[in-house]
């Protein structure tokens, strides 16, 4: 049976509480090809979309509802966004993922432990929580309107897709297989949207040193990164500009590009600068 809108409501149980190891953080930052010495070592942060790791296990009973007859293959996944209420630290080692059929069609999570809070509370609850997760990385730098941050380059191969597969748990086979991509119409192995995502933040926490200073990030899939079978794979180049900044908060808009075609859409983050 099709979702109709006499699905939207329905929830599904909260797993079971999902356990962040230091080892875990590592490898998802790896897969991501991002070395900021936040993900690593003894009190690691994890990297901001690493919450799609979280949500993957709510996903599980969504797709698994045989009335739904839902196939993750065969899902079109149209935008992104994450707001952080507190930084991925190690004072926070578990999280309970839970689903419902709106958080299914609306093709945004919110990571909150309430989804009623304000944004202007929700960004101090932020900064205080950032506080005590501080790893003292570097000073924030002096961000102005209109300042362009350091342009980044991140290549991406048929390797970089199935380690990023097993770090997320994403096994959709378009992701590692020639044959399942083009049984949908692509014309082969494609990056995963979260991967592309996850892999743009960099540009912004490069900038700002300390992770935990993300307090919102959002994109829309555009268009997917083709990943040929080469050594060489792909290039995936993106740059970010500063466009507002209000009440200890920048907003960054960030482009993507993967062979002179735009690969986000709407792309942009908030960070803390106090």
């Not at 070592?41 to 790791?53: E, M, R």
């Not at 419902?100 to 999570?109: D, L």
């Not at 342009?151 to 390797?159: C, M």
């Not at 590692?176 to 949207?193: E, N, Q, T």
Request: glycine share 6%; proline share 8%; aromatic share 8%.
């Amino acid at each position: 049976m099709p979702i109709t809108p006499e699905h939207v409501g329905r929830t599904y149980p909260p797993a079971a509480p999902y356990i962040v190891s230091h080892a875990k953080i590592a490898e998802f930052a790896q897969a991501l090809r991002d070395d900021n010495p936040a993900y690593f070592g003894d009190t690691p942060v994890a990297p901001p979309t690493f919450a799609a790791v979280i949500a993957a296990q709510a996903w599980e009973a969504l797709f698994g509802d045989p009335e739904l007859d839902l196939a993750l293959n065969r899902t079109m996944h149209a935008d992104q966004g994450f707001t952080y209420r507190r930084p991925s630290c190690r004072a926070t080692p578990s999280w309970r993922p839970s689903a419902s059929r709106r958080s299914a069609t609306a093709a945004t999570s919110t990571w909150s432990p309430s989804s009623s809070t304000s944004p202007s509370t929700a960004r101090a609850s932020a900064r205080r929580a950032r506080n005590s997760c501080t790893r003292g990385e570097r000073p924030m730098p002096e961000f102005t309107v209109g300042q362009e941050l350091p342009e980044l380059r991140v290549p991406v191969t048929r390797s970089t897709v199935v380690r990023y597969s097993g770090a997320s748990t994403d096994f959709n086979e378009i992701h590692f297989s020639d044959r399942h991509a083009r049984a949908i119409g692509l014309p082969g192995v494609v990056a995963h949207g979260m991967w592309t995502m996850g892999a743009g933040l960099k540009v912004v926490t490069d900038a700002v040193g300390d992770p935990s200073r993300v307090l919102s990030y959002f994109v829309r899939f555009t268009r997917p990164v083709l990943v040929p079978d080469t050594d060489e794979g792909a290039e995936v180049i993106y740059s970010a500009k500063v466009t507002e900044i209000a009440e200890g908060v920048a907003k960054i808009a960030i482009t993507a590009t993967c062979g002179d075609e735009a690969v986000l859409g709407a792309a942009r983050a908030e960070v803390s600068v106090v």
